[in-house]
């Protein structure tokens, strides 16, 4: 079995910083790609971010120039560093990865239960 755990969401002023962290624990042989989502009350869960196991990275283009998505592959961990945070940042973050668990199995998507992030204007 595979989880994912997110940290580091809380309440931040607008223009504050904030680091996400998901860490995947389990039975773990690789992690594919990472991303994080957001959704935010009334609105539908939307892409925010995402890193290759190359790390090529894409971003929407609402935090572009903003959030940083980054990974340890060593500790299976992907981060998200948000900086200057708008109010309109203001939702639950979940982190989604493509996991397997052995190198001759298939990579198979897993989801963490989210971390609130408030944004105050």
């Known amino acids: 079995q595979v989880h994912l755990v997110e940290s580091g969401g809380g309440l931040v002023q607008a223009g504050g910083s904030l680091r996400l962290s998901c860490a995947a624990s389990?039975?773990?042989?690789?992690?594919?790609?990472m991303r994080w989502y957001r959704q935010a009350p009334g609105k539908q869960r939307e892409l925010v971010a995402l890193?290759?196991?190359?790390?090529?990275?894409n971003y929407a283009d609402s935090v572009k120039g903003r959030y940083t998505i980054s990974r340890d592959n060593a500790k299976n961990t992907v981060y998200l560093q948000m900086n200057s945070l708008k109010p309109e940042d203001t939702a639950v973050y979940y982190c989604?990865?493509?996991?397997?668990?052995?190198?001759?199995?298939?990579?198979?998507?897993?989801w963490g239960q989210g971390t609130q992030v408030t944004v105050s204007s």
């Open positions: 989604n990865a493509d996991i397997r668990m052995a190198a001759h199995s298939t990579y198979q998507n897993y």
């Open positions: 389990g039975s773990i042989f690789s992690a594919n790609t």
């Open positions: 890193i290759t196991s190359v790390f090529t990275t």
